[in-house]
Every structure is written in structure tokens, then in C-alpha cells.
């Protein structure tokens, strides 16, 4: 919680930088992914700290996820490894319950442990296809988990009841196109 409270404090002092767009479509081994939405994450209401982008098999049907899909995210401003771990772990546990936790939580221990830190400009994509959940940074993958359960999990980090941030929950999920 105290990684948590330093990471929000911090991001009011980094100001924003621009984003590199994200492409309309990416492939991944068995499918091509659409990009459905793309928006800024600010915390605290004023401080951009990266943009995202949610990438899916069927764009069409949100606000359901697809079996296939990614989360992309370009960061403004650095980050330290730890943060990301920290805060995976806090908001898995406020958006599942104790015993959906325990069914993932050495599994989530594995795949976190690759985390690293960012700088500004750094790209992260969390996807999740038919081979499990994996983890890239600048377009190389540094983590994967063949576990589906993970997988659907993972995402409540962002989509789930208490989302890290609901207006780029909402932006995300939005099916206005």
C-alpha cells in the first residue's frame, strides 16, 4: 500500500509527454486483434501518466471482453518494477474474491517477477490468447503463463468492479464506434 500511495504522489510531479500512436490492428500467433479504444490515464484527475489502448478479437461486442484481447499501455513518465507488482497484487485482491486470489496467487507470483522498470516512451502490452497470458515491454515478451484462469483474472486490474481507473475503464470499454 505505501508503493501504491508513492506512485500516486509521484505522478503529480512528472509532467505529460506525448504518445506514440498505436497501430489499428496487431497480430498475435492465432489471431489479428482490433484496436477498439484508446485513451489517456491520468491519475488524480490532472497528471497524464501513459496512454492506453485495448486491442480485441471482436470490438463488437463491448462491453464483454473477447477470449482474446490486449491492454497496451505508453508511459509518460517512469516507473520502478516494483510499483507494478505492488499494485497488480492490491488490485487483484480488492477486485477478487479471497478464494478466486488463492487460486491464482502463486501463479500471479511467477508472472509478476518479470516486471521492469519504464522510462518514459517504454511500452507494455498484457494479452491473453489461446497460449495463456503474456507480458511484453518494447515489443519483446518477458513473461508468460499458459494458466487461462490468470489470464481472465488479470484484466479485473483494469475492468474489474474496482478498476485502477474507471474513466479509462469506461473509455475503454465504450462501444460508442
Request: net charge negative; glycine share 4%; hydrophobic share 40%.
Amino acid at each position: 500500500m505505501k508503493r501504491l500511495v508513492t506512485l500516486l504522489l509521484a505522478l503529480i510531479l512528472t509532467p505529460a509527454a506525448l504518445a506514440q500512436p498505436f497501430p489499428q490492428q496487431l497480430d498475435t500467433d492465432s489471431e489479428t486483434l482490433s484496436k477498439c479504444n484508446q485513451t489517456e490515464v491520468t491519475a488524480m484527475l490532472v497528471v497524464d501518466v501513459a496512454e492506453a489502448a485495448l486491442f480485441s478479437a471482436d470490438c463488437s461486442i463491448l462491453p464483454k471482453l473477447a477470449d482474446e484481447l490486449q491492454l497496451s499501455f505508453i508511459y509518460q513518465r517512469g516507473f520502478a518494477a516494483e510499483d507494478f507488482i505492488e499494485a497488480a497484487d492490491t488490485l487483484l485482491r480488492r477486485n477478487l474474491s479471497d478464494s478466486e486470489y488463492q487460486q491464482i496467487q502463486a501463479d500471479l507470483e511467477q508472472f509478476n517477477q518479470s516486471y521492469q522498470s519504464v522510462v518514459e516512451g517504454d511500452r507494455y502490452d498484457i494479452r491473453l490468447t489461446a497460449k495463456g497470458l503474456s507480458l511484453l515491454k518494447n515489443g519483446e515478451v518477458i513473461s508468460q503463463h499458459p494458466s487461462q484462469t490468470l489470464g481472465r483474472h488479470y484484466f479485473a486490474i483494469w475492468f474489474g468492479d474496482k478498476p485502477f481507473n474507471n474513466k479509462m475503464k469506461q473509455a475503454l470499454l465504450s462501444n460508442a464506434g
